[in-house]
């Protein structure tokens, strides 16, 4: 069942992403209408999250991996109420990963952004924008289907700029069932960063 506080975010943030940001999405119709599945798209913004889930609300939840330093004190509440849980980048956090795929087969929507970090975040930055394969390693891990999605318009918020969203068919990981672990997940990270750039090459 979807939060109460998460309904509440979203009827607090629905006019003014679709009225200040004008937002519009595409491909509904391809996303999985029960069960859980994996959403991986391309990041722009702390903020790609909210348009990414927001189509599916108020039925829907998206539950996304969100940084360990942002949960103090007073984001903590407000990232738990949008569905985020803990990850501790660059340290291999398995917890993260089986807690991704415990939700996926537990029938809910994991949000991954492969690229890791935000591919214009500056010149000097720790953690480097190239796709990670944690989003095919946790749909092959929990045997659901990984949904390719693209966004537009997070980075300009400030110029008020159009958000959208489209949404691809799930990526086909059937040939991929004898490969080795490893293997299919890089094929599957391959593929799916094809859909995602030509989802974004057409918004």
Do not use: C
Request: aromatic share 8%; charged share 20%; proline share 7%.
């Amino acid at each position: 069942m979807v939060p109460v506080s998460y309904l509440f975010l979203g009827a607090t943030a629905w006019p003014f992403v679709h009225g200040l940001y004008r937002y519009q999405v595409r491909g509904l119709e391809n996303l999985p209408a029960e069960g859980g599945f994996v959403l991986a798209a391309n990041h722009n913004s702390n903020f790609d999250p909210w348009p990414l889930g927001l189509a599916l609300w108020p039925h829907r939840q998206l539950r996304f991996m969100a940084k360990s330093e942002l949960f103090n004190p007073v984001m903590k509440p407000v990232l738990q109420s949008s569905g985020a849980f803990r990850v501790r980048r660059g340290e291999g956090d398995l917890d993260a990963l089986k807690t991704a795929m415990s939700l996926a087969r537990d029938g809910e929507i994991v949000a991954m952004f492969p690229e890791g970090t935000r591919p214009s975040k500056g010149l000097r930055k720790k953690h480097e924008s190239r796709p990670h394969t944690g989003a095919a390693r946790i749909a092959i891990g929990a045997k659901v289907p990984l949904v390719p999605a693209a966004l537009k318009g997070t980075d300009g918020l400030s110029r008020l700029q159009r958000l959208q969203v489209s949404y691809g068919t799930p990526i086909d990981l059937s040939d991929l069932a004898e490969e080795p672990a490893r293997d299919a997940a890089q094929v599957a990270t391959d593929r799916l960063m094809a859909a995602i750039h030509a989802l974004h090459a057409e918004l």
